[in-house]
């Protein structure tokens, strides 16, 4: 194929995503509504996963924090091999079943905390065995696969099984499969902090104030929300160190 071809084939399998997506969606508001009940009732979530899973699992956890201001302790992404296997492969980390409890009980786990394990295969060992552990000490469970009937939605509680087909790229699950369990993860993500009031109206009014674009983007946002000049909004933004808590001192309460 030219270079052409290939980019249209790949956009092509790609635009098949979402739709798989959609065919869950019963599946994901099933495993969100008993998760916002775990964590509103003091749990934490966890994700575990190999290789591109572990990364996205990782990757959706740090987001949180910055963007809602949550402790980094309230979603907690481990992935197989430890931190090293962010930017290496350890490929044969997936292989024990026994180390994700090992590695969740690190946290002191317990039976307030949700744990959702994600492998698009669905035959992972690492991802069963840490579910099937947690089953055993009463822990809810949830997964994100791409297979249908596969061991890991066995053994989980909530299973979301998102079917993307054959990869462009014969067994690539970092491709379709990737995309897929990134846009789950988005969604299980933010409909919790939703849930948790951590955004008002649709705007991000807890996040860290961390870099020049995200004191504007809260300068602008205090703007909307008080009709005050963009120097008076900036200083009460400082003022406060938040988006919430400077609307809230602007109203004299509660936003």
């Not at 491709?175 to 649709?202: C, E, H, P, Y």
Request: glycine share 10%; charged share 20%; proline share 4%.
């Amino acid at each position: 194929m030219t270079v052409a071809e290939l980019l249209q084939h790949i956009n092509n399998e790609d635009k098949t995503v979402p739709l798989a997506v959609e065919k869950a969606l019963p599946a994901i508001e099933r495993l969100v509504e008993a998760l916002t009940e775990k964590v509103k009732n003091g749990g934490r979530l966890f994700y575990i996963g190999a290789g591109t899973s572990g990364r996205l699992g990782v990757l959706d956890a740090s987001e949180c924090p910055p963007t809602y201001s949550v402790s980094p302790d309230l979603v907690i992404g481990i992935i197989a091999g430890g931190d090293l296997a962010l930017r290496n492969s350890v490929e044969n980390a997936e292989d024990d079943p026994k180390q994700a409890w090992l590695d969740l009980e690190s946290y002191a786990i317990d039976n307030q905390d949700f744990v959702i394990g994600i492998a698009a295969s669905g035959t992972t060992p690492y991802v069963i065995g840490g579910l099937m552990e947690c089953s055993s000490h009463g822990i809810s469970t949830g997964c994100i696969t791409c297979n249908l009937d596969s061991p890991l939605a066995a053994a989980a509680d909530y299973p979301i099984e998102v079917v993307v087909g054959p990869e462009f790229v014969t067994g690539s699950t970092r491709m379709k499969s990737g995309t897929a369990q990134k846009l789950v993860l988005n969604m299980i993500s933010t409909s919790l902090m939703i849930q948790l009031g951590r955004v008002l109206d649709n705007r991000m009014v807890d996040m860290q104030l961390s870099n020049s674009k995200l004191l504007d983007r809260g300068t602008k946002m205090v703007m909307h929300y008080t009709a005050l000049p963009y120097d008076a909004a900036a200083a009460l933004l400082m003022a406060n160190g938040s988006v919430r808590r400077a609307v809230d001192a602007f109203n004299g309460g509660k936003s």
